[in-house]
């Protein structure tokens, strides 16, 4: 079956350091990919997503690029900042299933 | 995106008792999903539920333990029956308005069973 992998946390950088959170997947088919955040306390909210090879999906300085040779959707941001500290779930769609299956998720903390 | 409200936004149970979850769409939506977040962990789908139809669960969940409801296009239950500790999780609803895209999220509930 699909299946998501990323790496584990938790993530501690400082302030404007550069983050990269990696996440490799297994599916049938050409599935979407997306990262969903999670803030302290909060539900998931959708962060950005990618529908189709080579796609980078960006929003509010992260960006990750959709690699079907690397099966990868890696989730960078070049300057973090204390407000990203959250869970960070990568996930992938089959559009045959429809259902969501996401990855472990990875805590970031960013410190000042 | 979608407005996405669920009640009780938490709740702390005795062992043996159930929970009827709602969650409500601000507009019409063809599926609704329901996720289980336990401590520390993933999202897990425990079923979807589809309106005028059964849902369909997956593997590990079963209707006896969690039934759903949808009853129309912006509304559907999740009750938790017999609960034990075990069940101490975080319940999400979630929505999605194209085939194969992106879901969004209700505020989930957080139960608490003792």
């Known amino acids: 079956g699909d299946s998501v992998t990323q790496m584990e946390g938790p993530v501690t950088l400082s302030e404007e350091a550069f983050l990269t959170i990696n996440c490799t997947y297994t599916?049938?088919?050409?599935?979407?990919l997306f990262w969903y955040v999670q803030y302290p306390g909060e539900g998931l909210q959708l962060l950005l997503k990618?529908?189709?090879?080579?796609d980078k999906g960006s929003n509010k300085g992260f960006e990750a690029t959709y690699r079907k040779e690397t099966t990868s959707f890696h989730l960078e941001k070049g300057s973090v900042q204390v407000s990203d500290s959250a869970v960070y779930f990568c996930?992938?769609?089959?559009?045959?299933?429809?259902?969501?299956?996401f990855g472990g998720g990875t805590r970031l903390m960013v410190k000042p | 995106s979608a407005v996405i409200s669920q009640k009780p936004s938490r709740d702390i149970c005795q062992r043996g008792t159930s929970l009827t979850i709602q969650c409500q769409v601000d507009?019409?939506?063809?599926?609704m999903f329901w996720y289980r977040q336990q401590p520390g962990q993933s999202l897990t789908l425990i079923a979807t539920?589809?309106?005028?139809?059964?849902?369909?669960?997956e593997s590990g969940f079963v209707i006896d333990k969690f039934p759903i409801s949808r009853p129309n296009l912006t509304f559907s239950t999740l009750t938790v029956s017999n609960m034990s500790p075990e069940d101490s999780s975080i319940y999400l609803c979630?929505?999605?308005?194209?085939?194969?895209?992106?879901?969004?999220f209700g505020p989930g509930t957080r139960l608490t069973v003792t």
């Open positions: 539920a589809n309106q005028g139809s059964e849902a369909t669960y």
């Open positions: 979630s929505v999605e308005r194209v085939q194969g895209g992106e879901q969004y």
């Open positions: 996930a992938l769609s089959n559009n045959a299933g429809n259902m969501l299956t």
């Open positions: 507009s019409q939506v063809t599926m």
């Open positions: 990618a529908t189709k090879a080579d």
């Open positions: 599916a049938t088919g050409y599935p979407s």
